[in-house]
């Protein structure tokens, strides 16, 4: 009897920190799929509510799963191990796309991914570190732990928002090619997420360490704290994890909000580092993906209900701002 040998899928870790342009960057690879095949996307949300899965294909030929809730680079690997596991043995992907949360580790979910265990199973590619260009003049964001944390882990850097970019982002490009200039990185500027799959379908370089078993991962997510401050529905959270608040509102389809008012609402808000939603409104369906140097907005797909998540490193009034979401609501 011949043997047919398991074939292993070409995989892909997309990482970046929070508004980098993972997504728009993932949306134009996944356009590039051949009819023929499957591909499949597991993204990882911080918080208990995720917004970028309604953003990616839901069409014939791509599999996307989700996991909320946390780092799945540096919190317990088994809810990722389980989904992971599932999502090959059920689709049978010919291509992986992995997006971690922006406020991940990737190198840790680089080793978990080439252990033995994954090796018969996971073709690694070149990892990826999206960096927002248009924010390198940032040096306060340029040089915290997490972010040079990401660029060091990166074997290709992908500098998005090219378009935008001053000439103190500019300079400031070239003092982190310097500096980096150890870690032999490609980097590769884009513009609208734009970039062709063959730049980046490469053989990830497998270090010694990369290939070793790794020691027992201690969860990070161990000191998270639920906070109860708001009691009543509609369903919402607020959670502090890892040093950083993450708020999330889920609201029912039916509702529909006033379109300029949610918008003042949202743009109206001081000291937080993203804040991502889909809501129903009289404009027809809107997609909010706000950074603090970028406040972008556009119509989007109809979603399976209203949604909204903020990340902040400091608190908030959250019923303050869930009383003021609510009086956006139009009259059914």
Same mark, same amino acid.
């Given at each position: 009897m ?48 995720g917004?970028?899965?309604q ?5 014939e ?18 809810p ?24 991940g ?5 680089f &080793?978990?991914l ?13 990892l ?7 924010r ?13 944390d990401q ?8 500098v998005?928002?090219t ?6 982002? &500019?300079?400031?490009?070239?003092l ?22 063959n730049?980046?379908d ?18 990070q ?5 639920v906070?109860?401050?708001i009691?009543?529905?509609p ?11 993450v ?7 039916r ?5 300029y008012a ?17 809501f129903?409104?009289?404009q027809?369906?809107?997609?909010f993906n706000?950074?603090?140097?970028q ?6 797909e ?6 909204i ?12 701002f869930?009383?003021a ?8």
């Amino acid at each position: 009897m011949k043997l047919i040998a398991q074939k292993t899928v070409p995989t892909h870790i997309i990482s970046g920190f929070l508004g980098a342009g993972k997504t728009t960057l993932l949306q134009h690879l996944l356009s590039q799929k051949p009819k023929d095949e499957v591909w499949a996307v597991l993204m990882n949300e911080f918080g208990q509510i995720g917004v970028d899965q309604q953003l990616l294909p839901q069409d014939e030929g791509y599999a996307v799963k989700e996991l909320l809730g946390g780092c799945l680079c540096c919190s317990s690997q088994l809810p990722m191990h389980i989904a992971l596991a599932r999502l090959l043995s059920e689709q049978k992907p010919d291509r992986l796309f992995i997006e971690p949360t922006g406020l991940g580790h990737p190198s840790q979910l680089f &080793d978990q991914l080439t252990e033995p265990h994954w090796q018969s199973s996971l073709a690694m590619r070149a990892l990826i570190t999206v960096v927002d260009g248009s924010r390198l003049h940032d040096t306060n964001g340029v040089k915290q732990n997490l972010y040079e944390d990401q660029l060091k882990a990166a074997q290709i850097v992908v500098v998005s928002h090219t378009d935008v970019m001053t000439f103190e982002d &500019d300079q400031a490009l070239e003092l982190l090619k310097d500096e980096y200039q150890p870690y032999h990185q490609e980097w590769i500027k884009i513009e609208y997420g734009q970039l062709a799959l063959n730049k980046i379908d490469i053989a990830a370089c497998l270090t010694e360490r990369s290939i070793q078993p790794l020691l027992k991962l201690q969860k990070q997510m161990s000191e998270s704290e639920v906070v109860k401050e708001i009691q009543q529905l509609p369903y919402h959270y607020v959670e502090s994890a890892q040093g950083y608040i993450v708020a999330g509102w889920k609201l029912p389809k039916r509702w529909k909000f006033e379109f300029y008012a949610l918008l003042d609402l949202v743009c109206a808000q001081q000291d937080w580092l993203r804040i991502k939603g889909i809501f129903n409104t009289d404009q027809g369906w809107k997609v909010f993906n706000f950074n603090p140097d970028q406040f972008n907005y556009k119509s989007g797909e109809e979603g399976i209900d209203n949604r909204i998540e903020i990340i902040s490193e400091h608190h908030h009034d959250w019923l303050a701002f869930e009383t003021a979401l609510l009086a956006c609501q139009l009259e059914e």
